[in-house]
């Protein structure tokens, strides 16, 4: 579990955020795994745009960050200019990702 609980849920409310972190894990994950994006280094905002547009862009980078921890996402050398003009970095699945699978996958 990586819900990180910064505002101290508890109950209920706490296990809905759980589940819906871990949710929005699963959803990156089956994204970075489709098959037109295999191979391709994705951008945060990108991932943000296609996957999850509607929730923060904190919970995306948190969502790519806990997935690179865990194994299955890699962080690339090849940066690419994000919407502000900035060179931003890039993930791609990462070749060899644990054995282990999601729960939720």
Known sequence: MTYYNTNKLQGPDFHDAV???EAQKSRVLKFFKKKRNRGRHLPVYYVHENVMPNARYTSCQRCITDLTKEGYLE???IMVPGPKGVQVHTWKVKEQA???Q???L
Do not use: Y
């Open 98 to 100: 644990p054995a282990r």
């Open 102 to 104: 999601l729960a939720l």
């Open 75 to 77: 962080k690339t050398a």
């Open 19 to 21: 589940n819906q972190t």
